[in-house]
């Protein structure tokens, strides 16, 4: 079964190999925009009437990425560009024949979901590099979107710098006005009298889905692909100065536990303080130092409910950690974790730093970070303390990367964690590299070794990657292998002792749709087989074949899927998921899924992922069922439930149903007040929790907090029944300042 699978997608993927047409090549006749210099300050208010604006007359005809890429865009959007020796100033015209009617927004969140909001995006290469980018993004009513973009494949999503920006809404369309502080880009020191950068803007047009761009680019590509980038022109900016942020805080929190014996006082009160430090020590090199670092105000996790036989990962949501993270964030994954299967490796995992296995905070001393990047070379090391807790030691943290660029966009480095604590260490060592034969073909590579010194334990991983993309297909083929030793105490793997084989391919046709043609974007059929073997022993451990032979994605941005997967297990000791024990032994089961989305920029849009069919020697009925209520941009309400119904399961032939309820809530009296609010509980451990957050940005990253926490959880308690509770009261305030 495995030669014929690997026959097929290596025939597939060598005639993918010269099918590029629809990927056009990068215009050596780049588009100009130019910047016009003054000596006056914009108030940003949207309204675009200050005499400056009249001295450029800007850019406009932009070409069209989606639906139709290529074509001209049908609405008229328009760039004007102004600076002075502070600011970097943007005026941009979105016009719509339907006017406020046309524009979609679903929240006020920064940082916002680009696929579901009207939006403008500004891409700038302000090294000329053609590999990375900075990016300042905004709907329609101003809610802030920023990033850092590493080769379109690596992205700080949640970096945030200090800019500002306002809008109007009209009749006509929308108006965005930004100023971003030339201390907030980074850019070269040079002896010309002016500077050429490479830059791009897309608009997206949501209520017809329509993307448009300044400098065209594949739309299997992002904005963010800078070798597609027109430029921006006449640029004089002020010599590079001394660049320092500071950001310190101060926090009172009140806490009360109950029912929790002598692990925790029934009543604490506290006051604590601590900050940040940024110096930019040039435009390549900046420096983070940390002291007393908290996070009280960080999104809280979602929970899930995994019925799988593979470890969940969550995302990082800390600000410090999130920062240049695509630096230290090695990974093997192009399209998403379905390009791995269900296999999922990180060499470094910021959340095992102040957090424990539960994702409970534990204290942290400090810190540094100390990154170097530019278009050859790029390194970087970090390097925290963390507080001894709930009788455990102190820990120190280690992790230093290095990468060097080469060709267009190839790579090649490595990277070194190190685990510290008296008596042991946990030490991880890894080798990486990315190279890009064209633009559709690629190869990612990670070799890894975990050493822990106590035990003299050592372990090995590896994942190799192909990757083919273009406009009408993907496929992708990986090989990973992680051995029974295996132990990265600062990284993620969601499985060890294990060898797998995970090919996949997605066809996107755009041909002759019709009579759908008027709603109907693309026909994306696919499969994502998945093949473990245990490491330790080479037997049989697990195969997936998961079939969608229907795949419609719309042109308002929905989908619809139908599926149906083949499963073989072999279990070699109890599994237990959802608390359903299930005896070792071989199974084969069969189940089909069901996918929808409406479009998701509608002020009512829903999702929902249903499965049926057999499971290992009973049945099992899985639903995830999510709403979104958005009746103005200023209130938005999401509400997930999710539900796996076991029928005759395990053991015991199992008969329960495990439900988890979510429920979150954001009112925005504009995007810089903000009330957010979530709710989940939880059947498979019978928890309760709430979370409820008033922000106010009163300055440009400067922030008030007050924060409620309430949990309950009855688990842990035998009869009688009694849960234990805790609530947390915070108040904390923050106050960024650059010098």
């Given at each position: ?5 690997t ?15 629809e990927i ?14 003054i000596t006056g ?9 200050e005499?400056?604006?009249?001295l ?12 139709y890429?290529?074509k001209?865009?049908?609405f ?22 339907k ?20 939006l ?26 920023d990033?850092?973009s ?24 929308w108006?965005?006005?930004?100023a ?36 065209p680019?594949?739309r ?5 692909h800078?070798?597609?980038a027109?430029?921006?022109t006449?640029?004089q ?6 660049n ?5 805080y ?13 692990t925790?006082?029934?009543h604490?009160?506290?006051?604590k303080?601590?900050g940040?430090?940024k ?5 390549n ?19 899930v409910?995994?019925?799988t036989r593979?470890?969940?990962?969550f ?6 950690f ?15 974790d ?8 990180q ?8 957090l ?10 400090g ?5 170097y ?11 925290i ?6 009788g455990?030691?102190?820990t ?5 990367r ?14 070194v964690?190190?685990k510290?604590?008296?008596g ?6 890894t ?11 690629s ?16 372990g ?26 295996f ?6 793997i969601?499985?060890t002792?294990?060898i797998a ?7 996107f046709?755009?041909g ?16 994502l087989?998945e093949l473990y073997?245990?490491a ?29 997967e083949?499963?073989?297990?072999h279990?070699t000791a109890?599994?237990s ?7 070792p ?11 929808f989305?409406?479009?998701p ?36 309400f ?17 008969y329960?149903a495990i ?27 019978n ?8 922000a ?17 959880n ?10 234990q ?15």
């Amino acid at each position: 079964m495995k030669i014929r699978l690997t026959f097929i997608f290596l025939l597939i993927a060598t005639y993918a190999f010269g099918q590029d047409a629809e990927i056009f090549k990068p215009n050596p006749h780049r588009r100009e925009l130019k910047a016009v210099k003054i000596t006056g300050n914009i108030k940003v208010d949207g309204v675009l009437d200050e005499p400056e604006w009249a001295l450029t007359p800007g850019a406009s005809d932009f070409i069209q990425i989606e639906p139709y890429q290529g074509k001209p865009s049908q609405f008229v959007t328009v760039v004007k560009v102004l600076y002075n020796q502070k600011y970097l100033y943007f005026g941009i015209i979105c016009k719509d024949p339907k006017g406020k009617k046309a524009i979609m927004a679903t929240d006020f969140a920064r940082d916002f979901d680009n696929l579901r909001h009207d939006l403008v995006n500004l891409s700038f290469d302000t090294f000329n590099d053609q590999r990375n980018a900075i990016v300042f993004a905004t709907n329609a009513y101003g809610v802030e979107r920023d990033l850092l973009s590493f080769d379109d494949l690596y992205y700080d999503i949640d970096w945030d710098g200090i800019w500002s920006v306002r809008t109007i809404r009209s009749d006509s369309g929308w108006v965005a006005e930004m100023a971003i502080p030339w201390k907030t880009l980074r850019y070269p020191q040079t002896k010309d009298t002016a500077q050429s950068w490479g830059f791009n803007v897309y608009r997206n047009r949501r209520f017809t889905n329509e993307i448009s761009a300044f400098s065209p680019f594949p739309r299997i590509f992002s904005a963010t692909h800078m070798n597609y980038a027109g430029l921006l022109t006449n640029l004089q900016p002020p010599p590079n100065a001394t660049n320092i942020t500071v950001d310190p805080y101060l926090l009172a929190s009140d806490d009360h536990y109950t029912n929790f014996g002598n692990t925790e006082p029934p009543h604490t009160q506290a006051l604590k303080y601590g900050g940040d430090l940024k110096w930019t020590i040039t435009p390549n090199a900046v420096l983070d130092l940390t002291a007393n670092t908290d996070f009280a105000q960080a999104d809280v996790d979602q929970e899930v409910n995994n019925t799988t036989r593979f470890n969940v990962f969550f995302p990082e949501k800390r600000q410090f950690f999130l920062e240049n993270a695509s630096l230290f964030g090695v990974q093997v994954t192009l399209n998403g974790d379905e390009a791995g299967g269900s296999m999922h490796y990180q060499p470094f995992n910021s959340r095992t730093i102040g957090l424990d296995t539960s994702g409970n905070p534990i204290p942290i001393v400090g810190g540094g970070r100390f990154v170097y990047r530019s278009a050859n070379v790029n390194y970087g090391a970090m390097a925290i303390r963390q507080q001894g807790y709930n009788g455990g030691p102190a820990t120190n943290f280690f992790v230093g990367r290095f990468s060097q660029n080469f060709g267009s966009q190839d790579r090649i480095g490595g990277l070194v964690t190190l685990k510290e604590q008296p008596g042991a260490a946990n030490i991880e060592s890894t080798v990486d590299g990315f190279f890009r034969m064209g633009e559709s073909n690629s190869i990612n590579a990670i070799v890894t070794q975990s050493t822990t010194t106590n035990t003299g334990q050592k372990g090995f991983g590896g994942i190799v990657q192909y990757f083919n993309n273009t406009n009408s297909h993907e496929i992708w083929w990986t090989e990973s292998v992680f051995t029974k030793n295996f132990d990265p105490q600062m990284g993620f793997i969601s499985r060890t002792d294990v060898i797998a084989t995970t090919p996949g391919a997605n066809y996107f046709y755009r041909g002759n749709l019709l009579p759908f043609k008027s709603f109907l974007l693309a026909y994306s059929p696919g499969t994502l087989p998945e093949l473990y073997y245990t490491a330790s022993t080479g037997k049989f451990s697990e195969a997936d074949l998961p079939v969608f032979p229907v795949w419609f994605n719309f042109k308002d941005g929905g989908s619809f899927g139908y599926g149906f997967e083949s499963v073989w297990q072999h279990l070699t000791a109890t599994f237990s998921p959802l608390n359903v024990n299930i005896a070792p032994g071989d199974y084969k089961y069969f189940n089909q899924q069901i996918y929808f989305q409406t479009d998701p920029s509608k002020m009512l849009n829903a999702q929902v992922t249903y499965s049926t069919g057999t499971y290992f020697n009973g049945r099992l009925i899985s639903g995830d069922y999510k709403v979104q209520f958005a009746p103005v941009p200023y209130v938005s309400f999401q509400g997930e439930f999710n539900r796996n119904h076991f029928q005759g399961v395990g053991i015991d032939n199992t008969y329960t149903a495990i439900n988890l309820y979510i429920l979150q809530a954001r009112f925005a009296l504009n995007p810089r007040l903000q009330l957010t609010g979530i709710y989940q509980k939880n059947e498979v451990n019978n928890s309760d929790s709430y979370n409820l957050r008033l922000a106010w940005e009163f300055s440009p990253l400067s922030y008030v907090y007050f924060i409620y926490n309430r949990g309950v959880n009855s688990q842990l308690i035998t009869a009688p029944l009694i849960a234990q509770t805790e609530d947390h009261l915070i108040f904390k305030v923050s106050y960024l300042q650059q010098f």
